[in-house]
């Protein structure tokens, strides 16, 4: 079953923000929202994870709504080193599996 | 700097002879779980270790075994490597816990190729 529904594929100018949406409207109150990205033959690299509030790392944002039935991963200067699929994934509360689903080809161009 | 290691990176084994794909870590993780990616497809989890317990997913063939000996080590065993077979075997680890999840740790992957 696909929790998540992701666009296939998304273009983003180097040094310009990239915005990758999610829709989760099943999510459960327990449930986490993942996001991990894969770049060409590497293992999938963890970029950042949230529950309801909006977070922050050194790779990205999340901003989740408040009905938390979708999420934006913010990138907000692209290189072209993070051109990779980009996965968002649900989990949490008794299931702590990540399921992978199809994801976002983002590529950044120079 | 802990991480998740893969060896081989790759693997070349013939049709029906059995092979061993290992997987250590440095992170004293609990969890530590077999992916399979196909080409062009997102990884598809196989089975995993929650401490010594093992978990298979449904519809994971019999032809994928795997052996946990302690909490750095897992193996994937391929019994009877078919051409289907062939794909990149991602090992991950995790701090399992029931209500909090906090990600995954990958490694880089071991590509099989059955000839």
């Known amino acids: 079953d696909a929790k998540t529904t992701q666009p296939t594929s998304m273009d983003c100018a180097e040094g310009r923000a990239a915005n990758l949406p999610c829709n989760h409207s099943?999510?459960?109150?327990?449930?986490?929202v993942y996001w991990y990205r894969q770049i060409h033959s590497q293992g999938p690299q963890y970029i950042i994870h949230?529950?309801?509030n909006n977070e922050t790392n050194e790779m990205a944002s999340l901003i989740i709504t408040e009905d938390r039935k979708s999420s934006t991963l913010i990138l907000p200067h692209a290189t072209l080193r993070d051109t990779a699929v980009y996965y968002c994934?649900?989990?949490?509360?008794?299931?702590?599996?990540?399921?992978f689903g199809k994801g976002t080809l983002l590529t950044v161009n120079p | 700097d802990a991480m998740v290691i893969q060896n081989p990176r790759y693997q070349v084994t013939q049709f029906g002879k059995p092979v061993t794909l290992s997987c250590s870590q440095t992170?004293?993780?609990?969890?530590m779980y077999w992916y399979q990616q196909k080409s062009s497809q997102a990884p598809k989890l196989l089975f995993h270790?929650?401490?010594?317990?093992?978990?298979n997913e449904a519809d994971t063939p019999d032809n994928f075994q795997s052996r946990r000996p302690n909490t750095s080590f897992c193996f994937l065993d391929i019994r009877s490597p078919g051409l289907g077979d062939a794909a990149m075997y991602l090992c991950?680890?995790?701090?399992?816990?029931?209500?909090?999840?906090?990600?995954?740790?990958f490694g880089s992957g071991t590509r099989l190729t059955v000839v």
């Open positions: 991950a680890t995790s701090r399992g816990g029931r209500l909090r999840n906090y990600g995954y740790t």
């Open positions: 099943t999510i459960s109150g327990n449930e986490y």
């Open positions: 949230g529950l309801k």
């Open positions: 994934i649900v989990s949490g509360g008794s299931n702590y599996k990540l399921t």
């Open positions: 992170l004293n993780h609990n969890v």
């Open positions: 270790y929650y401490d010594k317990d093992f978990n």
